[in-house]
């Protein structure tokens, strides 16, 4: 496939992310001698391929960073940092940035929040976070925190955002026996994607080539609640928000401009996990469609996960699915993997993980963008990572 050659960034619009980083900076640098630092450290070297000629493995959707047939480790690798400044027990800031391969290190600002406590329970943040749709959300990128190399896309892939940027609040308690947590936004989000490689399934209206895509999430609203009991935490989560995709040049792919300037929808996700010394078994469900018909087919999107830990190693499996009904013919997509991993805890910061996943398409994937972690009928996958901290 001919590549074309990628046109200028559009100027981005100044996001509260954006525009409150400089304060932040400024805030610690004006009481640099009062501040108190802390930071964190994370890292993942990752590689894999596809152990079938012509077979795609989309394994985040979120950066289009697919492996084929060869082994590659510039998919997957990342390494990031969170530092947080205190300047006392009320305020408080975070930022924390990411540098992946799969976008030839650029740095992503995933955190940029000025915090205010408004109690040791409860604060509330205004700038940039991460979206909070999913129980990894909060450190989605820190692969030492779970046990897979990647949460399953079937549903963490679903979201083209990985941030919103607003007011954020925070909050827990103990009700009855229970643990409660609370989380929310209000916001703006946006994901630009430089997506020319064929290996990737992003499709634009101009035939067939891969162009620069930028999308976007306005009167972004989330609330989460996760509670937990002994070994068990329940929780849900619902997202609303009206979305657009544009072309660099400002045309619009995403809803077509006859039917609007927004697709408005809906999420939906629950939340299920039983863990003690020696098990584990989590399972999440989302659901996502649009609340004017005919504008977005409705997605469904689960897996159920489970190991057990045997000192080091964590053995576990993973059965995942996606599906999309298409609204004017009525036919069903669906998207089915296996994944058989295992994880050794090396020391303290380390973890080293070795995956293998079967994947299985039904229905016409051809018109698919965000449905499959494949690209084609189905692709078998081996990873590797290590996982770590600092």
Same mark, same amino acid.
């Given at each position: 496939?001919?590549?074309?050659?990628?046109?200028?960034?559009? @100027?981005?619009?100044?996001?509260?992310?954006?525009?409150?980083?400089?304060?932040?900076?400024?805030?610690?640098?004006?009481?640099?001698?009062?501040?108190?630092?802390?930071?964190?450290?994370?890292?993942?070297?990752?590689?894999?391929?596809?152990?079938?000629?012509?077979?795609?493995?989309?394994?985040?959707?979120?950066?289009?960073?697919?492996?084929?047939?060869?082994?590659?480790?510039?998919?997957?690798? %990342?390494?990031?940092? @969170?530092?947080?400044? +205190?300047?006392?027990?009320?305020?408080?800031?975070?930022?924390?940035?990411?540098?992946?391969?799969?976008?030839?290190?650029?740095?992503?600002? *995933?955190?940029?929040?000025?915090?205010?406590?408004? =109690?040791?329970?409860?604060?509330?943040?205004?700038?940039?976070?991460?979206?909070?749709?999913?129980?990894?959300?909060?450190?989605?990128?820190?692969?030492?925190?779970?046990?897979?190399?990647? /949460? /399953?896309?079937?549903?963490?892939?679903?979201?083209?955002?990985?941030?919103?940027?607003?007011?954020?609040?925070?909050?827990?308690?103990?009700?009855?026996?229970?643990?409660?947590?609370?989380?929310?936004?209000?916001?703006?989000?946006?994901?630009?994607? !430089?997506?020319?490689?064929?290996?990737?399934?992003?499709?634009?209206?101009? $035939?067939? *080539?891969?162009?620069?895509?930028?999308?976007? $999430?306005?009167?972004?609203?989330?609330?989460?609640?996760?509670? +937990?009991?002994?070994?068990?935490?329940?929780?849900?989560?619902?997202?609303?928000?009206?979305?657009?995709?544009?072309?660099?040049?400002?045309?619009?792919?995403? /809803?077509?401009?006859? %039917? $609007?300037?927004?697709?408005?929808?809906?999420?939906?996700?629950?939340? $299920?996990?039983?863990?003690?010394?020696?098990?584990?078994?989590?399972?999440?469900?989302?659901?996502?469609?649009?609340?004017?018909?005919?504008?977005?087919?409705?997605?469904?999107?689960? !897996?159920?996960?489970?190991?057990?830990?045997?000192?080091?190693?964590?053995?576990?499996?993973?059965?995942?699915? =996606?599906?999309? %009904?298409?609204?004017?013919?009525?036919?069903? *997509? %669906?998207?089915?993997?296996?994944?058989?991993?295992?994880?050794?805890?090396?020391?303290?910061?380390?973890?080293?993980?070795?995956? !293998?996943?079967?994947?299985?398409?039904?229905?016409?994937?051809?018109?698919?963008?965000?449905?499959?972690?494949?690209?084609?009928?189905?692709? =078998?996958?081996?990873?590797?990572?290590?996982?770590?901290?600092?």
């Amino acid at each position: 496939m001919t590549r074309i050659a990628k046109p200028p960034k559009p @100027r981005k619009p100044p996001t509260p992310g954006r525009l409150l980083l400089p304060a932040i900076l400024a805030l610690c640098m004006a009481e640099a001698a009062a501040v108190d630092f802390s930071y964190q450290g994370f890292g993942t070297v990752a590689a894999g391929r596809t152990l079938g000629a012509g077979q795609y493995f989309l394994a985040d959707p979120v950066r289009f960073a697919a492996y084929d047939n060869e082994w590659s480790a510039a998919k997957e690798s %990342r390494i990031g940092l @969170r530092v947080r400044g +205190s300047l006392n027990d009320t305020w408080s800031a975070t930022v924390q940035g990411m540098s992946t391969a799969s976008e030839q290190g650029r740095i992503e600002l *995933q955190w940029a929040t000025i915090n205010y406590n408004l =109690n040791p329970d409860w604060s509330v943040m205004l700038g940039r976070r991460q979206e909070a749709l999913y129980y990894y959300s909060d450190f989605a990128g820190v692969g030492y925190a779970y046990h897979w190399i990647r /949460p /399953p896309p079937e549903i963490y892939g679903i979201s083209p955002f990985s941030s919103v940027d607003g007011l954020h609040a925070l909050g827990k308690t103990v009700w009855a026996g229970w643990r409660w947590q609370f989380s929310g936004s209000v916001g703006y989000s946006e994901n630009q994607r !430089y997506s020319d490689d064929s290996k990737t399934y992003f499709r634009t209206t101009s $035939g067939g *080539q891969y162009e620069s895509a930028t999308t976007i $999430g306005r009167q972004r609203v989330d609330a989460q609640v996760l509670a +937990s009991y002994d070994n068990w935490t329940l929780g849900a989560t619902v997202s609303s928000l009206d979305y657009r995709r544009v072309l660099s040049d400002g045309r619009q792919i995403t /809803p077509s401009p006859a %039917r $609007g300037d927004a697709i408005p929808a809906l999420y939906y996700a629950l939340i $299920g996990r039983w863990e003690n010394r020696h098990a584990f078994v989590i399972g999440e469900a989302a659901y996502v469609h649009s609340t004017q018909d005919g504008m977005l087919n409705p997605i469904y999107a689960g !897996y159920v996960s489970t190991g057990a830990k045997f000192g080091m190693w964590t053995p576990h499996f993973t059965w995942a699915a =996606n599906g999309q %009904r298409r609204e004017i013919s009525q036919s069903i *997509q %669906r998207s089915f993997s296996q994944t058989v991993g295992l994880r050794a805890d090396v020391s303290q910061h380390a973890a080293l993980k070795l995956e !293998y996943t079967r994947n299985h398409v039904k229905g016409n994937v051809d018109n698919a963008q965000f449905l499959s972690p494949a690209r084609v009928r189905g692709a =078998n996958v081996f990873s590797a990572a290590v996982d770590f901290t600092f």
